[in-house]
């Protein structure tokens, strides 16, 4: 991938723009569309981020030949991102996986799917409590159902964990403790009316480029719209924003104190609103781990408050006093709409529900909730995280439809809707993410109890923190067994002792669920190439291949097989059998068994067909009396949302009080668990570019995007560059104490850290800063910091230059 | 005037020889073209500080010094389509850009002279496609103005690349960066370089 030839250029180029024959195109916005008779054009969610972009495939000849934005949907209308309009070429980088490999005397060698399948099947026979599963926000929402009952229903475990721990865990346990229900009740279109939006540590402009257009976009319309970024480094949103706050790392929470301190001291609240929806709510110190906390009146929360004057969150923060004073003001004022928006600042935080909890509780204390322009939203990186992770629950203590495990009576609904056997799902959470892959790593006779580990659409040994003890230790253990289902080799092939192909984005049926509710749907398009199958079919298959052996997991309470589906003539369908798996819509009736789950917590989906008709519809989706289904916008609304009752304005209907009221939490600020001291006294920040996504296993196959950004590097100020004595372009090591690692650094590029800071983008698989990241977490979303750590940079003497 | 005379022999004998050997073959032959009247300069991309072009394929010695002295490879040998500049040392913008190091290697590595330190550095001039350039079109992209080795050469202004025309040295880094689906910049040659 280092070098692009001339002929590989040309023809991804001519890919990129369709064929031929270019047709007008008037649009102000997004590329002109190139086409030529016989190219087919059909509707798909782009693979990407979390924004949930749709684009036009065009199809020749079974081939992505074209992309193109898609002008009837909401989200994008027709614009893409720099990422978007490559996505055709994901499919078709030169080292696609087609065939099983497992690993025999140290190399991975072709076997059978028969073989391969066996293989796994074994593994679980070997001690079913011993098998876990590693899912992802990449997965579609049929692939989460499907692995969700296999393991929860169908192996009695709740070791299933997935990616999205490690990027939006702490945005779950922020709604649900102030919301007692999960994912935000904005929407997109809050950015089209709100008058400031407000970035908490989150660069928008590379992260959600289509959403942040959305926003920038206003301007060129000559619409007022102030951009406040809050951020420790600057970036490519700073460029946008009309005021800028710089804050030392971890020292947000007292910022979001701060606010609320002046909100109450000057008696800027709003009263009214704070009276009819706001409970308080503080950490029970007697029960420090419990999420729900234990109540508190206004006033202790006033006093608590006291302490975060401007001048001592001037103190912490390094933001000037009349800063805070200045964004107090803004959350006083009535007249205008305020949209919160933030990612994995927020997240990747060892204290990330607690600043969750604060933002949302600075828009409630401000009465700036549920009008539209005015909402705390949170975005997510991948584009399934909300429909297939927090939706259908595929972590270790969820079931669907936001259902606990621990809970009787969820346990009792998901029995119910899977026809399974009266106590089949285990009452005790599985393993979270971190220390799924620490028992993982660690031999068996010191209580590493995983011994397989099955690995579908991600990648994390990249994306896991402190790689060498979360990962890499695995190196060794003979008896531990990683399966990883991909579409590429990655750093977590590398260690895989079975490799399964899988079918990637249009190469299968599809169903993604984006940040702002959206369930979006596709068909596929083309086939994967040589032996590469759906990661859906990869489980079914398993769970038969168990069945067959007689396992009685796999069967449900009428001793049918786990999955089992039938034609519209009622005859039931082989779909194990790769041959019969597209005989009929698995997608389909793996939703139609999952949409049921989706009414105990009003997140109400429509029909498969709805989704298939529109491009992607926001939950709740409810029926109206002609028959059609109608998405809601605003939740909690009265105005949009129809479960709210009349009159009631806001109404939070899944409270945890039971009151119909939202908690304001009070958090306080918490030095971090690793700061830099005299031995690493820099901070590492680690996140992504826009060029890439993720571990840029598919964006890295694309030229363009190769080329535009061929390697990591290492942001640093250019006065802790010249006191190095190092240039842009010249090496140097950073070092934490889990890991080093050698790398080039860029002054003065993209993006701008304050002395004392260093970024480094985790995109390259040949330069992992995972090693050296920390894995401490949030307590209660068990979410990883991979935002704030302490490392020493070191020169590297080179000889000859180095770019 | 005595290199175009010794091109114009060169490229005579070599139109002999390519006739003789299609007749051994069976090809028949094509008609001989139009002789021209002048010779021209071919739109080839030097390396950086190189003299004027007839000075250059008279003096360039073919030694290949500059070509191992690039330290990123962006320095080739001109293939035959180049004619009379075949074998001279040149940068394909479809594969490489020069970077602009401030050592320049390639120009203390030149023995001839042909690359000389106290030439312009100009290349070319770097062009936008506003039809393709996806800031244009209203995605946030700024990879070209970030990755612009020449301070002030590409201006990124309203969040658009905008090259400035004297500054700009057509190294061509931009070109090769553009992430846009249909590369959006053009390196346009110079006419000639100044005498």
């Known amino acids: 991938m280092t070098t692009v030839d001339r002929r590989e250029f040309i023809k991804s180029a001519a890919m990129s723009a369709a064929v031929a024959a270019a047709a007008g195109s008037t649009r102000a916005f997004a590329l002109p569309v190139l086409t030529a008779p016989g190219v087919q054009w059909n509707k798909a969610p782009c693979r990407f981020c979390g924004t949930g972009c749709h684009v036009l495939v065009g199809v020749e000849d079974g081939r992505v030949v074209g992309i ?216 029970d110190p007697e029960k420090p781990d419990a999420m729900q906390g234990k109540p508190m009146t206004f006033d202790e929360y006033a006093a608590a408050l006291a302490e975060y004057t401007p001048e001592r969150v001037e103190q912490i923060s390094g933001v000037p006093a009349d800063k805070i004073r200045l964004l107090a003001a803004l959350f006083a004022r009535r007249d205008i709409r305020i949209t919160s928006l933030w990612c994995m600042g927020m997240n990747q935080h060892t204290r990330g529900t607690a600043i969750n909890c604060l933002v949302h509780g600075i828009h409630l204390l401000s009465g700036h909730f549920g009008k539209p322009g005015d909402a705390p939203t949170s975005l997510t990186g991948q584009p399934s995280a909300c429909g297939t992770v927090r939706e259908v629950g595929t972590l270790c203590h969820l079931l669907p439809g936001g259902r606990l495990v621990a809970n009787e009576d969820h346990r009792k609904h998901a029995e119910g809707f899977w026809n399974l056997p009266e106590g089949r799902i285990n009452p005790k959470p599985g393993y979270h993410t971190v220390l799924l892959f620490e028992k993982f790593c660690t031999p068996t006779d010191k209580g590493g109890d995983i011994h397989t580990l099955w690995v579908q659409v991600t990648n994390p040994g990249q994306s896991l923190p402190n790689l060498h003890k979360l990962f890499k230790a695995k190196k060794g253990l003979e ?325 | 005037m005595s290199n175009d005379a010794d091109i114009s022999r060169r490229d005579f004998v070599r139109g002999r020889l390519l006739r003789t050997v299609r007749a051994m073959a069976g090809v028949p032959t094509p008609p001989p073209a139009p002789q021209r009247a002048a010779w021209v300069p071919l739109p080839i991309r030097r390396p950086p500080g190189a003299v004027p072009e007839a000075r250059f394929l008279a003096e360039c010695t073919r030694c290949n010094a500059c070509i191992q002295a690039c330290p990123v490879g962006a320095i080739t040998v001109a293939p035959m389509r180049f004619r009379h500049a075949a074998g001279t040392p040149m940068i394909d913008q479809a594969t490489a850009a020069c970077v602009m190091c401030p050592d320049t290697p390639c120009i203390s590595a030149c023995e001839p002279g042909v690359l000389r330190k106290d030439r312009p550095l100009k290349m070319g001039t770097a062009w936008v496609d506003r039809s393709n350039c996806l800031a244009h079109r209203g995605t946030l992209c700024t990879t070209c103005s970030e990755r612009c080795p020449v301070p002030g050469a590409l201006r990124v202004d309203g969040g658009k690349p905008a090259i400035q025309d004297a500054t700009c040295t057509g190294c061509g880094v931009c070109a090769q960066v553009c992430p846009a689906p249909i590369n959006a910049i053009a390196i346009l040659p110079l006419p000639d370089r100044p005498a």
Not at chain 1, 89 to 106: A, E, F, N, S, V
Not at chain 1, 184 to 199: E, N, S, W
Not at chain 1, 710 to 723: F, G, K, L, M, Q
């Open chain 1, 479 to 803: 008896d531990k067994f990683l399966i990883v289902s991909d579409v590429y080799p990655t750093a977590t092939t590398e260690l895989a002792d079975l490799v399964l192909p899988s079918a990637l984005w249009v190469e299968k049926n599809g169903m993604y669920g984006n940040s702002e509710r959206r369930t979006q749907q596709w068909f596929k398009m083309v086939d994967p190439p040589g032996q590469a199958r759906d990661d859906c079919w990869q489980t079914i298959a398993v769970a038969r291949r168990l069945f067959d052996l007689g396992f009685e997991g796999m069967k449900n309470k009428d001793a049918e097989f786990l999955f089992t589906f039938k034609d519209k003539g009622g005859k039931p369908v082989p779909v194990w059998d790769w041959n019969h798996y597209y005989d009929i819509n698995v997608d389909e009736a793996f939703f139609e068994e999952y949409r049921p789950f989706s009414k105990l917590k009003q997140k109400d989906l429509a029909p498969y067909a709805e989704y298939a008709r529109t491009r992607g519809l926001r939950w709740p989706v409810v029926q109206q009396p002609d028959g059609s289904w109608r998405e809601t916008r605003w939740r909690f609304s009265e105005f949009d949302d129809p479960y709210v009752k009349k009159g009631a304005g806001t109404q939070f209907y899944n409270s945890v009080t039971k009151d119909d009221k939202a908690l304001v939490w009070f958090r306080p600020w918490e030095p971090p668990p690793e700061g830099p001291d005299a031995d690493y006294p820099y901070w590492l920040c680690t996140g992504r570019v826009l060029e890439h996504w993720h571990t840029g296993s598919m964006t890295r196959r694309v030229p363009q995007l190769h080329r535009a950004m061929p390697a990591a590097y290492v942001e640093i100020s250019s006065t802790d560059a010249a006191r190095l004595g190092v240039r842009s372009g010249e090496r140097v090591a950073l070092v934490s104490r889990r890991g080093r690692l050698e790398l080039p650094c860029w002054i003065g590029g993209r993006g701008d850290c304050p002395e004392g800071t260093v970024f480094v983008p985790f995109f390259d698989e040949s330069l992992l800063i995972n090693e050296l990241t920390l894995d401490a977490h949030d307590p209660f979303s068990k979410q990883p910091d991979y935002k704030k750590c302490a490392v020493r940079v070191e020169r590297v003497v080179t000889t000859g230059a180095a770019r």
């Open chain 1, 68 to 283: 193109q934005g898609d002008l009837k949907a909401d989200v994008n209308k027709g614009l893409l991102c720099v990422k978007g309009y490559h996505v055709g070429q994901i499919l078709y980088g030169k080292d696609r996986l087609t065939t099983p490999l497992l690993r025999k005397d140290g190399r991975l060698v072709p076997i059978s799917w028969e073989e391969a399948i066996d293989t796994v099947a074994r593994r679980v026979l070997k001690d079913p409590k011993g098998f876990a599963m590693y899912g992802s926000g990449q997965w579609t929402i049929p692939e989460g159902c499907a692995g969700n009952k296999f393991m929860k229903g169908g192996l009695s475990s709740n070791h299933l964990d997935g990616n999205p721990r490690l990027c939006m865990s702490s945005a779950v346990t922020g709604f649900l403790s102030t919301y007692g229900v999960d994912e935000p009740a904005g929407v997109y279109d809050d950015l089209d009316q709100c008058d400031v939006a407000i970035m908490w540590g989150n660069n928008m402009a590379e992260m959600h480029p289509v959403v942040f257009s959305r926003i920038v976009d206003r301007r060129s319309r000559g619409e007022k719209v102030t951009i406040i970024d809050f951020g420790t480094r600057r970036t490519r949103t700073t460029d946008h924003a009309d005021e800028f706050l710089l804050f030392k790392p971890n020292s947000d929470l007292a910022i979001a104190n701060g606010i609320a301190h002046l909100l109450v001291q000057n008696n800027a609240y709003d009263k009214d609103f704070v009276a009819r929806h706001c409970n308080f709510r503080q950490l």
